[in-house]
C-alpha cells in the first residue's frame, strides 16, 4: 500500500540526487537537468498532498509548475547556448568571469 | 575760389604722399616734379584767392572755410576749417612762393643725393603742416600744424641721420622746441577753461577774440605769456633760442625754407594772429618786445664772429626774429608781419645762396677758406649782395623798410630803449653781413687747389629761384612804403585782422600820433583810410625821416667798417688797429665770449643736460638694483614657495589620498576572495544556509 510517506521518501530521494548534481557536476546542461530534478520533487510532494488530502489545489499548481517549468527551460537553454558562444565551453568550473 | 582753400594744404599732402610711398621706386626728377608741381599749384591757388580777397569789401575780408567736423565731444566741437583773411592768405602766400622757389632749388642742390624721393616728401610734408598752422581757422587746426611743421624740421635737420652731428642736431631742436610746445598747450588749456567758465566752448578763433574781454586780465595775461613761450620755442627766441645754430647741420634748402623763411616765423604768426589777446595786456607785450630786441642784440652781437656761413646766417636769422617780436610786441603787428614777409625773402636768398657758395665749394663751410668767389660765380655772389644789403636795413631794398617801420613804431610807442638797442643791432647785422659778403666772395681764394678746380656757378635750377627771390628782395618792400599815396598798402590791407586789437593797444601805449594807428583801427577802416594816408603821416613824416636817415647811417657805417676790416682795397687804408685779429687778441675775452655763444649751450650742459644726465643715470640703477630687483626677489621667492607647495603637494595631499587608495586596495584583496565566480560555490552556500535555516527552525 502506497502511502504519503512513500512519495515523501521519494520526492526527498529526488531532491538530494537534484541537488548533488547541482553542486557536483561540471557540465552545465546536466546542472539545468539536476535542476528539473529539483522542481520535478516539488512537483511530487504537491501532487501527493493533494492526493491525500483531496485538496485539488496542489494538483492544479503542480500543473502551472509544469507550464511555468517549460518555459523556464526554454530560456535557462537560450542563455546557454548564449554562454557557450561566449566562453567556448560548458563546464560551469571555467565560467569563472566572475571571480573577485 | 575762397571755397578751394582746402586744395592749398592738400596738395602738398598728396606730394609728400605720393613722394613717401613711392620714393625709392621713382626717378628722381619724377619725385622732384611731384614736389614742386604740388607747391606750384598751391601758390597759383593762393594768389587766386589774394586776388579775390582783394575784390571784397575791406570789412569782409574774413571767410571761414568749414571742411569737415575734426572733434566732438557733447556741445565741444572742432572742425577742420580754413580762416582766410588778409594775414593768413599773405602768410600762405609767402609759404608756398618762397616754398615753390625752394623746392625748384632743391632739385638741383639736392640731385646727387640717395635720399632726394624722402627729402621731397618731407619737404612736402613740412608745407603742409605749415599751411595747416597759418590757415586754421581755431587753435587746434594751429597746434596740430604746430607740431607738424617741429616734427618737420626735426626730420629735415637729422636728414643725413648718418652723420651723428646732424641727428643730435635734430634731437635738441625736437626737444628744445618740445619746451615751448608744452607753453603752448598750457596756454591752450588755460584759455579753454577760462572760457568755458563764462559757458563759451569753443577754439574758433572768431569765437575766442569776440569773448575774450570777459576774461579778467590776469588770466588774460597768463594765457598770453604761455602762448609766447610757445613761440619762444619756435621761433628761436633767447632762452631756447640754442637749436636753431645747430640746425644747420640739414640740408640748405631746409635751412632756408624752414630756418629762416617759415616755420621759425610761426611765433610772430601767432603772437600776430592773437593780438587781440596781447593788446589786452600791454605788459605781457612790453616783455615779449623787451625779449625779442634782446634776442636780437645777443644773437647778432654771436654772428659777428662766427666763422661758418651758415651759422653766422642762423644767428642773423634769431637776430631778425627778434626784431619781429620787438614789433608785435610794441603792438605794431603790420611792422612785424611786414617784416616776416621781407625776411622770408632775402632770408631765403641769402641761405640758398650760400647753399649755392657750399655747393661749389665742394661742401666746404668754412669762410676762413673761401674769398674771391665773386668772379667764380657772379649770379650768386650779385645776389647774395641783393640780400646782405635788404637785411642791412639800405635803401630801397625791401628790408629797409620793414626794419624801418620796426624801429619808428617802437620810438612812436614811446619804447625808446628798444628803438636804440633796435638801431645798434642795425648796425651790427650791416657788419656782420658785410663781414660775410667780403670773405666769401672778394680777396684772394683760400681754397685748396683741389676745390679751386671744382669751382663752378651752380646750374640754373639753382640761380634762377636766387634771381627771383633778389627780384621780391629788392621790391618786395614796395607793399609797405608809408609816405606812398595812400599810406602803406600792407597797413591797410592788414588793418582788418588787427583793427579791434591796434585800437585797444593803441589807446593803451600810443602817445600822440598814435592817433592816426587808431583812427585806421576803428570800425570803419576804408573810411579811415584817406585820413590816415592824409593827417595821419603828414604829421609824423617829419620825424620818420629824420630817424630813416639815422638807421641808414647806423647801417652805412656797419658796411664801412666791415669793409675796412676785410675788404682787401679799403684794410690797406684802414688803421692797424682795425685788423680783426689785433681787435680780437685785444678783446680776447670778448671775443672768447661771442665765439662761444656766450656758453648758453655749456650753460645748458652744466644746468640742466648734466644733471638730467646724471639722474637718469641714477634711475638706471635704481631701476636696476631697487625695482628689478624687487621684480628678481619676487620671483625666487615665489619659486621657493612653489617648491615647497609642489613639495607638500606630492608627499602630503597625494600621498593621504595614495594611502587611502592603497588601503582600500590592501582592504578589498583579502575580501574579494569570497566571490569565487564558481557557481557551484555559491550555490553550495546556498544549500548550506537553507540547511542551517532548516536546522534553526528544527531546534527553536
Known sequence: MLTLTHFLILSFLLFLIGVAGVLIRRNILIVLMSLELIFNAVNIVLAAFSYYTGNLNGTIFVVFNITVAAAEVAIGLAILVCVYRRSQTVYVDEMDEMRG | MIDYV??????????????????????????????????????????????????????????????????????????????VDPLSTLMILVVTGVGFLIHVYSV???????????????????????????????????????EGVGLCSYLLIGFWYHKKSASDAGKKAFVVNRIGDFGFIL??????????????????????????????????????????????????????????????????????????????????????????????????????????????????????????????????????????????GVGAYTAGIFHLMTHAFFKGL?????????????????????????????????????????????PPFSGFWSKDEILWESFRGGHYLIWAVGLFTAFLTAFYMFRQVFMTFTGECRADSHTKEHLHE????????????????????????????????????????????????????????????????????????????????????????????VSVAAGLIGIFLASLMYY??????????????????????????????????????????????????????????????????????????????HKFDIYMVDGLVNSLATAVNFNSGIWRRLQTGYLQNYALIFVLGILALVVRALMG
Open chain 2, 187 to 328: 596756454g591752450l588749456f588755460v584759455l579753454f577753461w577760462s572760457l568755458s567758465g563764462h559757458g563759451i566752448s569753443s577754439l574758433g578763433f572768431k569765437e575766442v577774440f569776440a569773448n575774450i574781454h570777459h576774461l579778467n586780465p590776469n588770466i588774460v595775461g597768463l594765457i598770453a605769456v604761455l602762448l609766447f613761450i610757445g613761440a619762444v620755442g619756435k621761433s628761436a627766441q633767447f632762452p631756447l633760442h640754442v637749436w636753431l645754430p645747430d640746425a644747420m647741420e640739414g640740408p640748405t634748402p631746409v635751412s632756408a625754407l624752414i630756418h629762416a623763411a617759415t616755420m621759425v616765423t610761426a611765433g610772430v604768426y601767432m603772437v600776430a594772429r592773437n593780438s587781440a589777446i596781447y593788446s589786452m595786456v600791454p605788459a605781457v607785450g612790453e616783455a615779449v618786445a623787451v625779449i625779442g630786441i634782446f634776442t636780437a642784440c645777443l644773437a647778432a652781437t654771436i654772428g659777428l664772429v662766427q666763422n661758418d656761413i651758415k651759422r653766422v646766417l642762423a644767428y642773423s636769422t634769431v637776430s631778425q626774429l627778434g626784431y619781429m617780436f620787438a614789433a608785435v
Open chain 2, 350 to 394: 641769402l641761405f640758398l645762396g650760400s647753399g649755392s657758395v657750399i655747393h661749389a665749394m665742394s661742401d666746404e663751410q668754412d669762410m676762413r677758406k673761401m674769398g674771391g668767389l665773386h668772379s667764380h660765380m657772379k649770379i650768386t655772389s650779385t645776389t647774395f649782395i641783393i640780400g646782405a644789403l635788404a637785411i642791412a636795413g639800405m
Open chain 2, 458 to 549: 651752380s646750374p640754373s635750377v639753382m640761380t634762377v629761384p636766387l634771381i627771383i627771390l633778389a627780384f621780391f628782395a629788392i621790391v618786395g618792400g614796395v607793399v609797405g612804403i608809408p609816405f606812398l599815396a595812400g599810406g602803406s598798402k600792407l597797413h591797410h590791407f592788414l588793418s582788418p585782422v588787427f583793427g579791434h586789437g591796434a585800437a585797444t593797444a593803441a589807446a593803451a601805449v600810443s602817445h600822440g600820433p598814435g592817433e592816426a594807428i587808431a583812427a585806421v583801427a576803428g570800425e570803419g577802416a576804408h573810411i579811415a583810410e584817406s585820413a590816415a594816408g592824409a593827417a595821419g603821416y603828414a604829421a609824423h613824416s617829419s620825424l620818420e625821416f629824420i630817424l630813416m636817415g
Open chain 2, 568 to 645: 682787401a682795397p679799403m684794410r690797406a687804408l684802414a688803421p692797424s688797429f682795425l685788423r680783426p685779429e689785433v681787435i680780437a687778441g685785444r678783446f680776447s675775452a670778448l671775443h672768447t665770449l661771442l665765439y662761444n655763444k656766450y656758453y648758453v649751450d655749456e650753460i645748458y650742459d652744466a644746468v640742466v643736460v648734466n644733471p638730467v644726465k646724471r639722474l637718469c643715470a641714477w634711475s638706471l640703477s635704481f631701476d636696476l638694483g631697487i625695482i628689478d630687483g624687487i621684480v628678481n626677489n619676487t620671483a625666487w621667492s615665489t619659486r621657493l614657495t612653489a617648491w615647497f607647495s
Open chain 2, 6 to 83: 582746402w586744395l592749398i594744404p592738400l596738395l602738398p599732402m598728396m606730394g609728400a604722399a605720393v613722394n613717401g610711398v613711392l620714393c625709392s621706386r621713382m626717378p628722381k626728377k619724377a619725385a622732384g616734379l611731384i614736389g614742386c608741381l604740388s607747391m606750384g599749384i598751391a601758390f597759383l591757388i593762393s594768389v587766386s584767392i589774394l586776388v579775390k580777397l582783394l575784390g571784397l569789401a575791406p570789412g569782409e575780408r574774413s571767410v571761414e572755410i568749414t571742411v569737415f567736423r575734426w572733434i566732438t565731444s557733447g556741445s565741444f566741437n572742432i572742425d577742420i576749417s580754413f580762416l
Open chain 2, 108 to 146: 638741383g642742390y639736392m640731385h646727387h643725393d640717395s635720399g632726394f624721393g624722402r627729402y621731397f616728401s618731407y619737404l612736402n610734408l613740412f608745407v603742409f603742416f605749415m599751411l595747416m598752422l597759418v590757415l586754421g581757422s581755431n587753435y587746434l587746426v594751429m597746434f596740430l600744424g604746430w
